[in-house]
Nanobody
Framework: QVQLVESGGGLVQAGGSLRLSCAASGRTFTRYRMGWFRQAPGKEREFVAACNWSGSRTYYADSVKGRFTISRDNAKNTVYLQMNSLKPEDAAVYYC????????????????????WGQGTQVTVSS
C-alpha cells in the first residue's frame, strides 16, 4: 500500500505557473505508475497527466498538452506536475494517484485503474 500527499496548490493569475508535488510513502515507489487528475465544482474528476514507473513515458490530456509536464524523482518518492500558462478553466482540486505497474500498459489514463489517491490540493486561477 502507498500513501500520497499533494502540495503546491494555491492562487495564481491567469498565465502564471504552479508546481504541484505528490509525496509517496509506504511501498517501493518504483512499483507504481502515477497520474494526476482534477475535479472542478460540479464536474466529474478528469484525467490530466500520467507517467510510467521511471517517468520516461508520459501522457497528457489534450487540454493541458504543451502547458503541463509530469515528472517524477524516484529517489525522493515524489511525482510533480509543472503547470504553465494557467487558464481559469484549469482551476480545480488536483489529485495524484498511484497504480501498481503493468508491464503491458505502462501508462494509464483510466481513473478506475488507480488504486491509491491523495487528498487533493486546490488550484485557483484568477482571470
Amino acid at each position: 500500500q502507498v500513501q500520497l500527499v499533494e502540495s503546491g496548490g494555491g492562487l495564481v493569475q491567469a498565465g502564471g505557473s504552479l508546481r504541484l508535488s505528490c509525496a509517496a510513502s509506504g511501498r517501493t515507489f518504483t512499483r507504481y505508475r502515477m497520474g494526476w487528475f482534477r475535479q472542478a465544482p460540479g464536474k466529474e474528476r478528469e484525467f490530466v497527466a500520467a507517467c510510467n514507473w521511471s517517468g520516461s513515458r508520459t501522457y497528457y490530456a489534450d487540454s493541458v498538452k504543451g502547458r503541463f509536464t509530469i515528472s517524477r524523482d524516484n529517489a525522493k518518492n515524489t511525482v510533480y506536475l509543472q503547470m504553465n500558462s494557467l487558464k481559469p478553466e484549469d482551476a480545480a482540486v488536483y489529485y495524484c494517484a498511484a497504480d501498481s505497474i503493468d508491464t503491458i500498459v505502462p501508462v494509464t489514463t483510466q481513473i478506475n485503474e488507480y488504486d491509491y489517491w491523495g487528498q487533493g490540493t486546490q488550484v485557483t486561477v484568477s482571470s
